[in-house]
């Protein structure tokens, strides 16, 4: 099955991608998959774990089939052996999909949207087990498992404590944008096609077809002598697919998940870090990160980021809280400082009238090592600390 994208694309965005089209044309592996190599993060309890979600038509799963395409690839041996694989551990897609709970719906949503095979929103199940963290040894990071290079030529940044191939709101836009425009570049609009160049490279899958031709065979994804990785890489996606259209058939129980967003994004007009917002907002901190995993220092600043997720329950109190006076004035304890590329603990001090050992102290540090991004609390002007 093909798909023609309808969209008009900006010249921007058409540039860079074509820029990634070759750079994936001459570059096989631009855009790698880690798994099995992905390393995701250790199981967290989230507060989405604790979620009293009633069950109804028209929940996360029911969207999701609705959209599902490719079901006669479901009789391919490759895909079936998958299926069996699978079925012989339930508890891993289970696992899986826990930690899938607060995007699944959003994502599903933005697939739909773009009239994808519904099947994409299922893409991280095989990338990063839908970790946000997972990290490959060949340098790919996030639900989509971006390289670095590829990142960057689709404007996914890395700087001042944010990594956007982390950012699931912003990763999950590109991987759509990257798997639609390569099927229109290179594939006549072939979905399957872009997902193996997606995995191996366009040049790989490119070389892969040139080969069937001369061997007078069909040049589609399956009938295609692709590296192994590949060549098992939508059979495990329409596998792990056939498995939520029908999960009693195949001896898995779908932990239930609302047919809506989990968040809610908050603009950020100034430099704040989650704990800071947690601690005005009430909302537990960990909650805030789970949901940002992209900041890495635990801080947002409006020159790198325009919004924070929060959860979609504390959307209106934490609005309340950060438009109110209050929130906007100093701490009691003293003032915050952003760092910024370049600075130095003892600079910052000196700036500040403290001593070294002073904001050491106050920030809990062991050193002198500080990042860009990093929020540091500075307390009150000490004239004995001076």
């Known amino acids: 099955m093909t798909y023609r994208t309808t969209r008009q694309w900006t010249l921007t965005l058409a ?12 570059s096989p592996g631009l855009l790698a998959s880690p798994h099995p190599g992905a390393t995701p993060a250790q199981p967290t309890h989230y507060f989405w774990d604790d979620l009293s979600l009633e069950f109804r038509p028209g929940d996360a799963w029911e969207r999701l089939r609705d959209n599902l395409e490719w079901h006669d690839r479901r009789r391919d041996a490759r895909v079936q052996e998958w299926i069996d694989h699978y079925r012989a551990n339930p508890g891993n897609i289970v696992e899986i999909i826990e930690r899938a709970r607060p995007w699944m719906a959003w994502i599903t949503e933005q697939v739909e949207h773009r009239g994808l095979p519904g099947e994409i929103s299922l893409i991280p199940f095989v990338e990063s087990s839908y970790d946000p963290l997972a990290r490959s040894h060949r340098g790919a990071a996030g639900l989509w498992q971006f390289m670095p290079g590829t990142a960057d030529a689709l404007g996914l940044h890395r700087h001042n404590g944010y990594d956007a191939r982390l950012d699931v709101i912003a990763s999950t836009q590109a991987a759509l944008d990257y798997i639609e425009l390569q099927a229109e570049q290179w594939y006549e609009g072939d979905i399957e096609l872009s997902l193996a160049a997606y995995n191996a490279g366009a040049g790989t899958v490119n070389r892969a077809q040139h080969a069937a031709a001369a061997r007078g065979e069909p040049s589609d994804y399956w009938h295609l002598q692709l590296p192994g990785e590949t060549m098992n890489y939508l059979p495990k996606l329409n596998a ?3 498995i939520i259209d029908d999960p009693e058939a195949h001896g898995v129980t779908l932990p ?5 967003p989990a968040f809610a994004k908050v603009p950020i007009t100034a430099p704040i870090s989650l704990s800071q917002l947690a601690n005005v907002a009430g909302v537990d901190q960990s909650e805030l990160a789970a949901l940002n995993p992209a900041l890495t220092h635990g801080s947002a600043n409006p020159a790198t980021v325009d919004v924070v997720l929060v959860p979609i329950e504390q959307e209106q109190a934490i609005l309340a809280e950060l438009s109110s006076p209050s929130s906007r004035s100093a701490p009691r304890d003293g003032a915050q400082y952003l760092v910024q590329r370049g600075d130095s603990l003892s600079a910052i001090a000196n700036h500040h009238g403290i001593s070294v050992a ?8 062991d050193g002198d090592v500080i990042h860009a991004g990093q929020q540091l609390d500075i307390p009150h002007r000490s004239l004995a600390a001076r």
């Open 15 to 26: 540039g860079g991608i074509a820029l990634i089209g070759a750079l994936s044309a001459t």
């Open 240 to 242: 792990i697919a056939a």
């Open 256 to 260: 239930e998940i609302d047919d809506a």
């Open 358 to 365: 002073e904001l050491r102290r106050h920030n809990g540090l």
